[in-house]
Protein backbone atom coordinates (compact mmCIF):
# COMPACT_ATOMS: atom_id res chain seq x y z
CA UNK A 1 0.00 0.00 0.00
CA UNK A 2 1.26 3.13 -1.40
CA UNK A 3 0.90 6.85 0.84
CA UNK A 4 -2.34 8.15 0.65
CA UNK A 5 -2.23 11.88 -1.58
CA UNK A 6 -5.28 13.16 -1.84
CA UNK A 7 -9.03 10.94 -0.76
CA UNK A 8 -12.56 12.02 -0.14
CA UNK A 9 -12.84 14.69 3.09
CA UNK A 10 -14.51 12.82 6.19
CA UNK A 11 -16.27 16.29 6.31
CA UNK A 12 -18.40 14.57 3.30
CA UNK A 13 -21.03 12.63 3.84
CA UNK A 14 -21.00 9.38 0.96
CA UNK A 15 -24.39 11.13 -1.15
CA UNK A 16 -23.96 11.21 -4.34
CA UNK A 17 -23.77 15.44 -5.05
CA UNK A 18 -26.80 16.52 -6.77
CA UNK A 19 -24.86 19.23 -8.68
CA UNK A 20 -24.86 18.93 -12.51
CA UNK A 21 -21.59 17.40 -13.78
CA UNK A 22 -18.69 19.76 -13.41
CA UNK A 23 -20.33 22.10 -11.58
CA UNK A 24 -17.53 23.68 -9.31
CA UNK A 25 -19.95 23.21 -6.31
CA UNK A 26 -18.62 19.85 -5.36
CA UNK A 27 -14.83 21.25 -5.48
CA UNK A 28 -15.85 24.06 -2.89
CA UNK A 29 -17.57 21.47 -0.65
CA UNK A 30 -14.38 19.78 -0.56
CA UNK A 31 -12.49 22.75 0.55
CA UNK A 32 -14.85 23.63 2.91
CA UNK A 33 -15.27 19.99 4.24
CA UNK A 34 -11.50 19.72 4.45
CA UNK A 35 -11.16 23.19 6.85
CA UNK A 36 -13.09 21.92 9.21
CA UNK A 37 -11.71 18.62 9.60
CA UNK A 38 -8.28 20.18 9.71
CA UNK A 39 -9.34 22.13 12.19
CA UNK A 40 -10.78 19.55 13.64
CA UNK A 41 -13.89 21.69 14.21
CA UNK A 42 -16.42 19.18 11.95
CA UNK A 43 -17.82 18.23 15.20
CA UNK A 44 -19.08 21.42 16.50
CA UNK A 45 -19.61 22.80 12.86
CA UNK A 46 -22.92 23.75 12.00
CA UNK A 47 -24.08 24.51 8.25
CA UNK A 48 -26.97 26.92 7.31
CA UNK A 49 -27.89 26.27 4.10
CA UNK A 50 -29.30 28.55 1.56
CA UNK A 51 -31.68 28.32 -1.29
CA UNK A 52 -30.45 27.64 -4.44
CA UNK A 53 -28.34 24.53 -6.33
CA UNK A 54 -27.03 24.55 -2.69
CA UNK A 55 -30.31 24.09 -1.08
CA UNK A 56 -29.81 20.69 0.17
CA UNK A 57 -26.03 21.20 1.23
CA UNK A 58 -26.78 19.99 4.62
CA UNK A 59 -27.31 16.46 3.05
CA UNK A 60 -23.64 16.60 1.96
CA UNK A 61 -21.83 18.29 5.12
CA UNK A 62 -20.94 15.85 7.59
CA UNK A 63 -22.42 18.18 10.67
CA UNK A 64 -25.23 19.70 11.92
CA UNK A 65 -27.41 21.54 9.23
CA UNK A 66 -30.55 24.11 9.12
CA UNK A 67 -31.90 25.35 5.66
CA UNK A 68 -32.84 28.81 5.85
CA UNK A 69 -35.29 30.94 3.98
CA UNK A 70 -34.11 32.21 0.41
CA UNK A 71 -31.35 34.66 1.62
CA UNK A 72 -31.99 34.69 5.02
CA UNK A 73 -28.79 31.76 6.01
CA UNK A 74 -26.69 34.91 7.50
CA UNK A 75 -29.97 35.66 10.51
CA UNK A 76 -30.23 32.21 10.86
CA UNK A 77 -26.81 31.75 11.49
CA UNK A 78 -26.85 34.71 13.90
CA UNK A 79 -29.27 33.44 15.64
CA UNK A 80 -27.06 29.81 15.97
CA UNK A 81 -24.14 31.35 16.72
CA UNK A 82 -25.45 33.58 19.71
CA UNK A 83 -27.53 30.27 20.96
CA UNK A 84 -24.32 28.46 20.73
CA UNK A 85 -21.55 30.27 21.02
CA UNK A 86 -19.34 27.13 20.88
CA UNK A 87 -20.72 25.96 17.53
CA UNK A 88 -18.79 26.68 14.35
CA UNK A 89 -21.45 27.92 12.49
CA UNK A 90 -21.41 28.98 8.51
CA UNK A 91 -23.43 29.83 5.69
CA UNK A 92 -22.68 28.51 2.37
CA UNK A 93 -24.86 30.73 -0.16
CA UNK A 94 -24.74 31.50 -4.01
CA UNK A 95 -25.21 35.06 -5.44
CA UNK A 96 -29.24 34.48 -6.41
CA UNK A 97 -29.49 34.44 -2.69
CA UNK A 98 -26.84 36.11 -0.64
CA UNK A 99 -26.42 38.80 -3.59
CA UNK A 100 -30.58 39.52 -4.90
CA UNK A 101 -32.77 38.13 -2.17
CA UNK A 102 -30.36 38.02 0.76
CA UNK A 103 -29.06 41.35 0.56
CA UNK A 104 -30.27 43.26 3.82
CA UNK A 105 -29.31 39.75 5.83
CA UNK A 106 -26.04 39.99 4.67
CA UNK A 107 -25.12 43.48 4.90
CA UNK A 108 -26.62 43.73 8.23
CA UNK A 109 -24.98 40.54 10.05
CA UNK A 110 -21.27 42.16 8.60
CA UNK A 111 -22.76 45.26 10.13
CA UNK A 112 -23.27 43.75 13.47
CA UNK A 113 -20.29 42.04 12.93
CA UNK A 114 -21.78 38.78 13.98
CA UNK A 115 -18.79 36.04 14.39
CA UNK A 116 -19.97 33.89 11.42
CA UNK A 117 -18.16 32.73 8.40
CA UNK A 118 -19.94 33.29 5.04
CA UNK A 119 -18.73 30.85 2.00
CA UNK A 120 -20.14 32.96 -1.33
CA UNK A 121 -20.27 31.25 -4.04
CA UNK A 122 -20.43 33.46 -6.88
CA UNK A 123 -20.99 32.03 -10.63
CA UNK A 124 -23.16 35.06 -11.99
CA UNK A 125 -26.31 33.44 -12.62
CA UNK A 126 -29.44 31.40 -11.11
CA UNK A 127 -28.47 27.97 -11.75
CA UNK A 128 -31.30 26.53 -9.89
CA UNK A 129 -34.24 27.91 -11.31
CA UNK A 130 -32.92 27.57 -15.09
CA UNK A 131 -30.50 30.27 -15.75
CA UNK A 132 -31.68 33.61 -14.78
CA UNK A 133 -29.96 36.70 -14.66
CA UNK A 134 -28.48 37.45 -11.17
CA UNK A 135 -26.96 40.64 -9.53
CA UNK A 136 -23.66 39.47 -10.59
CA UNK A 137 -24.15 38.49 -14.42
CA UNK A 138 -21.56 40.11 -16.24
CA UNK A 139 -22.57 43.07 -18.97
CA UNK A 140 -23.48 41.08 -22.43
CA UNK A 141 -23.74 37.95 -20.88
CA UNK A 142 -26.60 36.22 -21.73
CA UNK A 143 -29.15 34.28 -19.44
CA UNK A 144 -32.84 33.23 -20.13
CA UNK A 145 -33.91 36.57 -18.33
CA UNK A 146 -31.41 38.56 -20.52
CA UNK A 147 -31.45 36.93 -23.83
CA UNK A 148 -29.91 39.39 -25.75
CA UNK A 149 -27.13 39.29 -23.09
CA UNK A 150 -27.37 42.06 -19.89
CA UNK A 151 -27.83 45.72 -20.54
CA UNK A 152 -26.07 48.33 -18.65
CA UNK A 153 -28.76 50.91 -19.32
CA UNK A 154 -31.57 48.92 -18.21
CA UNK A 155 -30.03 46.41 -15.66
CA UNK A 156 -26.79 48.31 -14.44
CA UNK A 157 -23.50 47.13 -13.98
CA UNK A 158 -22.85 43.84 -11.73
CA UNK A 159 -22.72 43.39 -8.08
CA UNK A 160 -19.21 43.93 -6.65
CA UNK A 161 -20.49 42.02 -3.08
CA UNK A 162 -16.57 41.58 -2.06
CA UNK A 163 -15.75 45.08 -2.37
CA UNK A 164 -19.05 46.33 -0.74
CA UNK A 165 -19.15 44.33 2.41
CA UNK A 166 -15.64 45.11 3.13
CA UNK A 167 -16.51 48.86 3.28
CA UNK A 168 -18.82 47.88 6.24
CA UNK A 169 -17.05 48.83 9.31
CA UNK A 170 -17.49 46.05 11.52
CA UNK A 171 -16.99 43.01 8.84
CA UNK A 172 -13.15 41.88 9.98
CA UNK A 173 -12.46 39.58 6.71
CA UNK A 174 -13.16 39.70 3.02
CA UNK A 175 -11.10 38.06 0.27
CA UNK A 176 -12.17 36.99 -3.13
CA UNK A 177 -10.98 33.71 -4.40
CA UNK A 178 -11.47 31.54 -7.40
CA UNK A 179 -12.33 27.91 -7.79
CA UNK A 180 -11.30 27.47 -11.47
CA UNK A 181 -7.86 25.96 -11.02
CA UNK A 182 -5.77 23.70 -8.86
CA UNK A 183 -3.24 26.70 -7.71
CA UNK A 184 -6.08 29.15 -7.24
CA UNK A 185 -8.06 25.85 -5.23
CA UNK A 186 -5.39 25.97 -2.77
CA UNK A 187 -5.72 29.92 -2.25
CA UNK A 188 -9.20 29.47 -1.83
CA UNK A 189 -8.91 26.50 0.94
CA UNK A 190 -6.42 29.01 2.43
CA UNK A 191 -8.83 31.69 2.57
CA UNK A 192 -11.64 29.33 3.85
CA UNK A 193 -9.17 28.30 6.39
CA UNK A 194 -8.35 31.87 7.65
CA UNK A 195 -11.91 32.42 7.26
CA UNK A 196 -12.82 29.35 10.20
CA UNK A 197 -9.92 30.27 12.39
CA UNK A 198 -11.21 33.88 12.86
CA UNK A 199 -14.80 32.72 14.04
CA UNK A 200 -12.95 30.19 16.23
CA UNK A 201 -10.60 32.93 17.69
CA UNK A 202 -13.66 35.13 17.93
CA UNK A 203 -12.78 37.92 16.09
CA UNK A 204 -16.30 38.77 14.24
CA UNK A 205 -17.32 38.56 10.65
CA UNK A 206 -15.77 36.83 7.52
CA UNK A 207 -16.51 36.40 3.80
CA UNK A 208 -14.98 34.58 1.65
CA UNK A 209 -16.17 35.16 -2.30
CA UNK A 210 -15.55 32.06 -4.65
CA UNK A 211 -16.04 32.47 -8.17
CA UNK A 212 -17.52 29.33 -9.81
CA UNK A 213 -18.90 27.88 -12.55
CA UNK A 214 -22.33 26.81 -14.03
CA UNK A 215 -21.82 25.12 -17.10
CA UNK A 216 -25.74 24.26 -17.83
CA UNK A 217 -26.65 28.09 -17.34
CA UNK A 218 -23.94 29.31 -19.02
CA UNK A 219 -23.90 27.16 -22.26
CA UNK A 220 -20.49 25.64 -22.19
CA UNK A 221 -18.71 22.40 -21.62
CA UNK A 222 -17.44 22.17 -18.34
CA UNK A 223 -14.10 22.84 -19.47
CA UNK A 224 -14.97 26.02 -21.39
CA UNK A 225 -16.48 27.55 -18.40
CA UNK A 226 -13.00 27.29 -16.09
CA UNK A 227 -11.83 29.42 -18.90
CA UNK A 228 -15.20 31.58 -19.04
CA UNK A 229 -13.73 32.42 -15.22
CA UNK A 230 -10.15 33.09 -16.28
CA UNK A 231 -11.24 35.52 -19.33
CA UNK A 232 -14.62 37.08 -18.40
CA UNK A 233 -15.28 36.83 -14.61
CA UNK A 234 -11.93 37.50 -13.15
CA UNK A 235 -11.11 40.66 -14.95
CA UNK A 236 -14.54 42.72 -13.65
CA UNK A 237 -14.18 40.20 -10.63
CA UNK A 238 -10.39 41.13 -9.43
CA UNK A 239 -9.24 38.37 -6.69
CA UNK A 240 -7.60 39.22 -3.62
CA UNK A 241 -8.14 40.73 0.14
CA UNK A 242 -10.39 43.35 0.45
CA UNK A 243 -10.30 43.50 4.55
CA UNK A 244 -8.22 41.90 6.83
CA UNK A 245 -8.32 42.30 10.81
CA UNK A 246 -10.67 44.94 10.21
CA UNK A 247 -8.82 47.03 8.16
CA UNK A 248 -9.81 47.95 4.66
CA UNK A 249 -7.19 46.81 2.15
CA UNK A 250 -6.95 49.00 -1.18
CA UNK B 1 4.39 -1.04 -7.88
CA UNK B 2 3.40 2.14 -9.50
CA UNK B 3 1.19 5.24 -8.00
CA UNK B 4 -2.33 4.59 -7.59
CA UNK B 5 -5.51 6.33 -8.80
CA UNK B 6 -8.34 4.34 -7.24
CA UNK B 7 -11.98 5.78 -9.62
CA UNK B 8 -15.16 5.20 -7.94
CA UNK B 9 -16.50 5.02 -11.14
CA UNK B 10 -20.41 4.73 -10.32
CA UNK B 11 -20.02 8.43 -8.84
CA UNK B 12 -18.10 9.65 -11.91
CA UNK B 13 -20.58 12.12 -13.82
CA UNK B 14 -17.83 12.40 -17.13
CA UNK B 15 -17.62 16.14 -16.69
CA UNK B 16 -13.85 15.27 -17.63
CA UNK B 17 -12.10 18.05 -15.20
CA UNK B 18 -9.48 15.96 -13.89
CA UNK B 19 -8.78 15.15 -17.66
CA UNK B 20 -8.05 18.80 -17.87
CA UNK B 21 -6.14 19.58 -15.08
CA UNK B 22 -3.89 16.21 -15.35
CA UNK B 23 -0.24 17.64 -16.26
CA UNK B 24 0.64 14.10 -17.83
CA UNK B 25 -2.75 14.28 -20.13
CA UNK B 26 -3.24 10.01 -19.09
CA UNK B 27 -7.06 10.82 -18.08
CA UNK B 28 -9.88 10.60 -20.87
CA UNK B 29 -13.43 9.38 -21.03
CA UNK B 30 -13.89 5.81 -21.17
CA UNK B 31 -16.55 5.93 -24.05
CA UNK B 32 -16.89 1.84 -24.02
CA UNK B 33 -18.27 2.24 -20.89
CA UNK B 34 -21.59 4.04 -19.24
CA UNK B 35 -22.18 4.14 -15.26
CA UNK B 36 -25.67 3.69 -13.72
CA UNK B 37 -25.97 7.69 -13.96
CA UNK B 38 -25.84 7.39 -17.35
CA UNK B 39 -22.22 8.84 -17.76
CA UNK B 40 -19.11 7.60 -19.48
CA UNK B 41 -16.95 7.66 -16.09
CA UNK B 42 -12.66 8.57 -16.67
CA UNK B 43 -9.87 6.14 -16.70
CA UNK B 44 -6.43 6.07 -16.64
CA UNK B 45 -4.74 4.86 -19.55
CA UNK B 46 -1.23 5.33 -18.95
CA UNK B 47 -0.88 4.56 -14.92
CA UNK B 48 2.99 4.11 -15.04
CA UNK B 49 2.94 8.04 -16.15
CA UNK B 50 1.11 9.12 -13.17
CA UNK B 51 2.79 10.83 -10.90
CA UNK B 52 0.83 11.08 -8.29
CA UNK B 53 0.26 14.87 -8.00
CA UNK B 54 -3.36 14.51 -7.08
CA UNK B 55 -3.90 17.24 -9.31
CA UNK B 56 -6.78 15.41 -10.84
CA UNK B 57 -8.22 14.36 -7.49
CA UNK B 58 -8.27 18.37 -6.32
CA UNK B 59 -10.18 19.39 -8.91
CA UNK B 60 -12.97 16.53 -9.41
CA UNK B 61 -16.16 18.09 -7.81
CA UNK B 62 -17.68 14.85 -7.02
CA UNK B 63 -14.39 13.11 -5.07
CA UNK B 64 -14.55 10.33 -7.25
CA UNK B 65 -10.87 9.52 -7.19
CA UNK B 66 -8.32 8.87 -4.45
CA UNK B 67 -4.38 8.95 -5.24
CA UNK B 68 -2.00 6.89 -3.72
CA UNK B 69 2.29 7.37 -3.58
CA UNK B 70 3.97 4.73 -4.27
CA UNK B 71 6.21 4.74 -1.42
Redesign the interface.
Known sequence: MGKVVYEKSKGLTDNPLSYCPGCLHGTIHKLVAESLVELEVLDRAVTVASVGCSVVAYQFFNCDAVQAAHGRAPAVATGIKRVSPDSIVFTYQGDGDLAAIGMAEIVHAAHRGENITVIFVNNGIYGMTGGQMAPTTLITQKTSTSPFGRKEATTGKPLKVSEMIAQIPSAYYIERVSAHTVPHLVKAKKAIKKAFENQIHGKGFSMVEVLSTCSIGWHMTPVESLSHVENSMMPYFPLGVYKDEGEVIS | ?A??LTIETK?C?????CA??CPKKILELDMSNVNDKG?NPIKCIDMSECT????C???????V???????
Open positions: MNLRKGCGLYVYACAMARMCPDSIKVERDV
